[in-house]
């Protein structure tokens, strides 16, 4: 008997692109012969909420409960319902004529975003053109209505989470439990609607549910619990990162109310093993990496050796079955490399599983997604990239390694050139010596548009301490070198990492800013230091001089620990002025003001020299 299965993406992950953990788990699984269905199950929802009738009822619902929250939108609600379908068939397509229509001032109503806006745009904008002008309006159209049903008729709705609050950091099981209990939201019913829908069109044997962050946790359980309800006897699986990164010390048996099989690390093998159970070829004491429920009590069944599927081997993501014509391009943030994260149809293929470094202190280097490190062929990779294209029709492909090796980019960008496949392509990188002016080049001619990579703290004696490989002058002629073939390079920017003083983090911002000016980076995030357990800091807190206080672990989930830093800085107290001079530098201005103007207490002076970077380059 073959196991007929189902692959869900809950809601809500990425709208504007499939997210890739289906199709590959498809394309292993057919390449088997089991069959197999996938479902985005998130871009569904959010194109079923997203019409004229849908939004009627979020209307009409928030009068019936007297929820008068954005008052804007409320008088303007006929509006809304009318023009929304408009709305997203434009930022599906993005065609120029409707554009004209959307930027005209009397087209659609100014909300409570929108009228923040100056009536021509150009103090947010300078000189964009016609289609990001209206991108960025029908974004604001489609936020206004997300702000609106967030606050009167669903506390859970996001646009690319739902319900992450009670999914983060859950060391308990109880809150999740008690809020399955209650009614489900208008939001939840449509959900179960296009879910039962989907039921309705064939016999399915197992339901597999990828669960890549905590914002996709709750609609998941939402979704099983149906499941169990009406269909019985369908088997429930659950992976991805969210299981992979927090469940790895579950012991709560209360899960299992909605869920059969919890699977970590890489999906194929154990996923294939459970099939076979279900088919009768194995026992259950031949399953691997899963977490089962006995007599109420939580087993990990592991039979080792594992089954390993090797990079190599593993064939091409099957994109057959995702709605490529629904994903929306959103333009929502100025700043240009986020912009692609929410903008454009992307491919997603990882070029290599695993991360060739594996050593930063701050990352989760003991899991197996980091640190099992594999490569396969430019051949391979190249006969991969032309099959998922004439499955898509798309040729940008974002390769979402968690460092793309050099000599494997090298590799691939030769190959794409012999084989004169034209694709546009970016990913995340080291910033290490090998990317020479010479390969940079090359990387552009093959298609490459963008990289990001981890800058985090511009400190060289922090860089050390989190064993990064780099230090700020290497990353200052790597990035000029990315920078000077066109290729836009992103700074993934940390503070508050153990014992980093208020001086380093002033300091810091001067090289960022020096950066920018130099234009080696054309952009930037800052994220306040987060520790892991599963990060050589959570292993060892001691070594890093900080002290471990919590949550304490209650037999669910366990990732983010909280912790005290008794001889670094008040972090926290930094984010805003950071991030009011990024934005500046981000706009190519304000890199004329003093440092200390961006923040509202006293804050040391900066200690580098105003070249230091200019000199670096020399």
């Avoid at 593993?314 to 490529?324: D, F, K, Q």
């Avoid at 454009?344 to 197996?368: E, H």
């Avoid at 959570?538 to 672990?553: A, C, L, R, T, V």
Wanted: proline share 4%; with cysteine; hydrophobic share 40%.
């Amino acid at each position: 008997m073959s196991v007929n299965t189902l692959l869900i993406t809950p809601p809500f992950t990425q709208l504007n692109t499939a997210y890739p953990a289906t199709a590959y788990i498809k394309g292993f699984l057919e390449s088997k012969n089991v069959k197999t269905t996938q479902l985005d199950l998130s871009i569904e929802l959010f194109t079923a909420v997203f019409t004229s009738e849908f939004i009627d009822a979020i209307f009409k619902q928030a009068e019936m409960l007297g929820n008068k929250e954005f008052p804007l939108v409320l008088e303007q609600k006929q509006d809304y319902i009318d023009k929304v379908e408009t709305v997203m068939d434009f930022l599906r397509v993005q065609e120029v004529t409707a554009a004209y229509q959307i930027v005209h001032q009397e087209f659609l109503p100014y909300g409570h975003r929108r009228i923040k806006l100056d009536k021509d745009l150009s103090a947010e904008f300078g000189k964009l053109g016609i289609l990001d002008k209206a991108k960025h309006i029908a974004t604001l159209f489609v936020e206004e209505l997300g702000d609106f049903i967030n606050a009167n008729v669903d506390e859970f709705f996001s646009f690319t989470r739902y319900a992450e609050q009670i999914g983060r950091a859950a060391s308990s099981f109880d809150e999740l439990d008690e809020c399955l209990q209650f009614e489900t939201t208008l939001i939840e019913d449509e959900m179960l609607y296009l879910l039962n829908e989907q039921l309705q069109q064939d016999t399915y044997d197992l339901i597999c549910f990828t669960i890549p962050f905590p914002g996709n946790l709750f609609s998941t359980l939402r979704c099983a619990q149906f499941i169990k309800q009406e269909y019985p006897t369908i088997k429930i699986g659950f992976g991805g990162g969210y299981c992979n990164t927090e469940l790895r010390r579950l012991s709560d048996p209360r899960i299992f109310d909605f869920v059969d099989f919890i699977t970590l690390d890489d999906g194929e093998g154990p996923l294939l093993k459970i099939t076979d159970f279900l088919s009768g070829k194995i026992g259950e004491e031949q399953l691997e990496r899963t977490y089962i429920c006995k007599n109420d009590n939580v087993v990990y069944v592991n039979k080792k050796p594992n089954t390993i599927y090797h990079h190599t081997s593993l064939p091409a993501p099957s994109y057959v079955g995702l709605p490529t014509k629904k994903y929306l391009s959103f333009l929502d943030v100025m700043n240009p490399m986020h912009r692609m994260w929410s903008d454009g149809k992307w491919n997603k293929l990882t070029i290599s599983k695993g991360c060739y470094w594996k050593k930063c202190s701050f990352c989760d280097v003991t899991l197996d997604y980091i640190s099992n490190y594999e490569n396969t062929t430019a051949d391979n990779l190249v006969d991969k990239i032309e099959k998922i294209i004439s499955e898509t029709g798309i040729t940008g492909f974002h390769f979402v390694d968690e460092a793309a090796p050099p000599k494997m980019l090298r590799a691939l960008a030769n190959k794409l050139l012999e084989r004169k496949v034209f694709i546009t392509w970016w990913t995340n990188i080291r910033f290490e010596k090998t990317f020479t002016t010479e390969l940079c080049t090359l990387l552009s001619k093959s298609g490459c548009i963008a990289v990001t990579g981890g800058l985090e703290v511009a400190s060289d004696r922090l860089l050390d301490k989190m064993k990064k490989g780099v230090d700020i002058g290497q990353v200052a002629r790597v990035t000029k070198a990315f920078s000077n073939q066109n290729i836009m390079t992103h700074a993934y920017l940390m503070f508050g990492f153990p014992t980093e003083t208020a001086q380093e983090t002033i300091d810091s911002l001067e090289v960022v800013r020096q950066l920018f000016q130099n234009n080696c980076i054309q952009s930037a995030f800052w994220h306040q230091f987060a520790c892991t357990s599963h990060s050589p800091v959570g292993k060892n807190p001691e070594e890093f001089d900080i002290k471990i206080i919590g949550p304490e672990f209650k037999g669910f989930a366990e990732n983010d620990l909280y912790h005290e830093d008794p001889t670094g800085a008040e972090h926290h107290l930094y984010s805003q002025g950071l991030n009011i001079a990024l934005n500046n530098y981000l706009n190519h201005k304000g890199f004329e003001i003093p440092l200390e103007k961006y923040f509202d207490f006293k804050v040391p002076k900066i200690t580098l020299e105003s070249n230091l970077i200019a000199n670096y380059l020399k």
